[in-house]
C-alpha cells in the first residue's frame, strides 16, 4: 500500500551518527530539562505504584490499612484469584463489557462520522450535540440512565408500557439477564462520540480528487468507501479501537454508580471487583495480585497500542 | 484501486440512485443518532422541572404540567444547607480543575516540544512510556497513591487531586502538543536564532503562538477530564468540606433517595460548565485531533 501523505514531514537534525550513546545524552543535556517535569510527575504516580502493587500481590494483608503486619504467601493470592468462581465471571462480564461497548461504539461512531461528513444544514449543530455525552462527567450520565431506568417510574419502561407492549415496567438494572447489556448501552451513548471526532478528523485526510477521480470511473458509494476512504482511516481507526477497547476494559463509574456489581455480581468487571475487593472487604493482598493480572493483559494491549502509534511514528520519520 | 478501473462502463447510468440511497441511509442513521444523544438529556431537564411528587407519577407526565424551578433554587440558594454544600462543591471543582489545567499545560508544553524537535537518546522509550500511562485504571494506583499521599501529607488536601489528575491529560496532551509541534517548519526557529534569540526565546517568541490551538485543546482536555474525575476524589477526600462535585452530589442524594428532580438538576449543573466550554471551543479541540492525533 503506498501512503499518499500530504507534505514531507519537517525537517529534523539527524543525529550524529556512529558517537557513544552517553556522549550523545551528555551533549544534549539541556534537552532532558524539557521532559523533566513530565517525567518527575509521571515517576512519582506511576512507577512507584506499580512497584509497590507487585510487592503487596506477594503477601496475606490484614484488613485496614496497617500494612506492617502483612505476611508473605509467595503465590498464594494467584491461585486463590484463578480457582475462584467469580472470577470467570466477572472475566466473562469484563470480555462481553468490552467487547460490545467497543465494537458498538466503533461503528456509531463510523456512521455518524460518514454521515455528518458531507455538508448539509444544520451539521454543526448536530455534531454537537452528538458530542455532548462525551462531555459531560459519567457521573451525571449514570444518574441520568438510572432515573431511565427507574424499574417504577422509568421512561423507558413508561413507554413500552404505553405502547401496549409490556403490561409493566420491565426491571432493566435489577434484573440479572438485562442488567449488563443496559449498562453497555449507556456505555456507549458517552463513548461514541470519541470515536466519531476521531474518524471524522481521519475523513478530513482523506483526498478528494481521489473521491472524485473513483466517482468518475462509476465506483458505487460502496466501492468508494471501501476502497478509496476506509484505507485512509485504517491508522486512525486502530488507533481508536484501541484506545477505547483500553477506556472500557477500565471503566468504573457506570457500573458502580449504576449498580455497584450487582445484581449477584451480574454487572462486576474487573475494575469494579478489584475496588470491591479492596475498599469494600480490605483485602488488600488479593486486590494487589488482580491488579498485577490486570498490568499483564493490558501490557499486552499496550504492546500493540504502542506498535500502531509507532508505526505512524515511524512513517512520519520517512516522509 | 483496481476494483474501481474493472467496474464496467454499463454500470454508469444506474449510479445515481445507490448514491440517494446511502445519503438516505445516513439521514435515518443520524436521526436515529440524535434521538439517542438528545432524549436521556431532555429527559433530565423535563425531570428537573418537575416537583418531587410530580416526577413519581405512572404514567409519567411527559410534559411537567406545572413546571417549577424549586430545585434549582435548592441548589444555588446559600441560606440553604443543600445550596451550601453544592455551591461550595462547585466551587472545589473549578479550583482543582483550574489549577490541574494551568499546571498540566506547564508540564506538557515543553514536553511535547522536546518530544518533536530533540533527539537524546531514549527520546522515544520516554514517549511511549508516558503514553502507556493512558493504559492503566485508576483504580490499581489508589492504594499505593493513597499510602503515597499520607507520606506527603497531602490526604484531604486538593494538592492529591491536583496531583494525580495531572498525570492522566499529560499522555495525550504530550502527544496532541508534538503532532502540532512536528508540523511547525523547523526554520522559522532557525532564522530566529541567526537573528540571535536563545533556543527558550525562539520557543516562546515563535513556536508558542503558532500551537495555540494545540495548547487550547490540551487545556480543555485536561480542564473536563479533571472537572468529571470520580474515583480519586472519592477515595482521597472525606472532609465534607473538600469534595468535589461528582462525589459531593453523591453525598446528599443517599441511595435511596426519591428526590430525582434534584438530583437531575444537580447533574445538569455539573455539567453545564464543561458543555459549554466544550462548545465554545471545540474548533480548536477537533482541530488538535486533525493535526496531532491524525495526522500521524
New interface residues.
Partial sequence: MTTVT?EA???????AARSG?LR??WI?RT?????L???V??L???A??IY??ID?SFFKTPPG?Q?KDKVFIGLENYTAILTSEVFWRVTLNTIIWTLASTVVSFV?GL??A???H?DFIGRGV?R??????W??????AS???K??Y?S??G?IG?VL??LGLLSR?PNFIDSVNTVLPSLIVVNV?RE??FAM??L???L??VPDQLLRA?QV????????FW??TFPHLR??ST?TVL?LA?AN??S??IPW?MTGGGPSNASHIW?TH??EL??GRQR?GV??AY?VL??II??T??YF??RA??R??R??AEG | MSAIADTPAAARPRRRKPIDGWRWAGRGFLVLMLLYTAVPMIWMLLTSIKSGFAAMQFPPQWWPSEPTLASYQKLLDPQNSVGQDFLRFFWNSLFVSSVTTVLSVAVAVPAAYAFSRFHFPGRRFLFFSVLLRNMFPAVIFLVPLFILMRFLGLVNTHGSLILTYMTFGLPLAIWLLKGFYDNIPIQLEQAARIDGATRFRAFLVIVMPLSMPGIIATAIYSFIGAWNEYIYAYTFLTRNDQLTLPVGIQRFFSENTTDFPGLMAASFMMSVPVVVLFLVLQRYFVRALTEGAVKH
Fill in positions: 500530504g514531514g519537517a525537517p529534523r537534525r539527524t543525529p550513546v550523545q545524552a544534549n534537552d532532558y530539562l524539557y521532559v517535569p513530565a517525567l510527575v509521571m512519582i504516580v506511576i512507584y505504584p509497590y502493587t503487596l490499612l500494612l456509531f456512521g455518524s460518514l454521515a455528518l458531507r448536530l454537537a450535540i452528538l458530542i455532548i455525552p462531555v459531560i462527567s459519567a457521573v451525571a444518574y441520568i440512565w432515573w431511565i427507574h417504577d417510574f421512561v413508561a408500557v404505553e415496567p451513548w461514541f462520540p471526532i476521531m471524522m478528523a481521519g478530513q485526510t473513483a470511473d462509476g465506483a458505487s458509494a460502496w466501492q468508494r476502497h478509496v491508522s486512525v488507533v484506545l483500553v476494559f477500565n468504573f463509574i454508580i475494575i478489584i475496588y479492596a475498599f488488600w486486590a494487589a491488579s490486570l498490568f493490558l501490557m494491549l499496550g497500542y504502542v502509534l509507532s505512524g511514528e512513517k512520519e
